[in-house]
Nanobody
Framework: QAQLVESGGGLVQAGGSLSVSCLAS????????MGWFRQAPGKEREFVAG????????YYADSVKGRFTISRDNAKNTVYLQMNSLKAADTAVYYC????????????????????WGQGTQVTVSS
């Protein structure tokens, strides 16, 4: 059974930066694409960024493109999300998720395609 544990959330001022991490265990992490989603109060969970199993492809939501960077270190079973130029609208609980299909060649933005989810980490951006 795979387990994902996020860390690194917190409170930051608008315009600042924050990095969140996700440590995976219980599965061959390197064979699966990973994604970051977020959910703000009263809103649906939305895709933020994704990266293929080998890191060859990344994909971002338009709202974070140019500000956020997703990366992974398969030797450490960890995926990262570096968030720069943060806005109040980025305030949400951030979740990492693991693709249900191994070796997918593209990043999927559909929550349904992700099988395992972390418990989430709160990111709050003060304006």
């Amino acid at each position: 059974q795979a387990q994902l544990v996020e860390s690194g959330g917190g409170l930051v001022q608008a315009g600042g930066s924050l990095s969140v991490s996700c440590l995976a265990s219980g599965r061959t992490f390197s064979r699966y694409a990973m994604g970051w989603f977020r959910q703000a109060p009263g809103k649906e969970r939305e895709f933020v960024a994704g990266i293929t199993w080998n890191g060859a492809m990344t994909y971002y939501a338009d709202s974070v493109k140019g500000r956020f960077t997703i990366s992974r270190d398969n030797a450490k079973n960890t995926v990262y999300l570096q968030m720069n130029s943060l806005k109040a609208a980025d305030t949400a609980v951030y979740y990492c998720a693991a693709d249900r299909r191994p070796l997918r060649e593209v990043v999927t933005t559909r929550a349904y395609d992700y099988e395992y989810w972390g418990q989430g980490t709160q990111v709050t951006v003060s304006s």
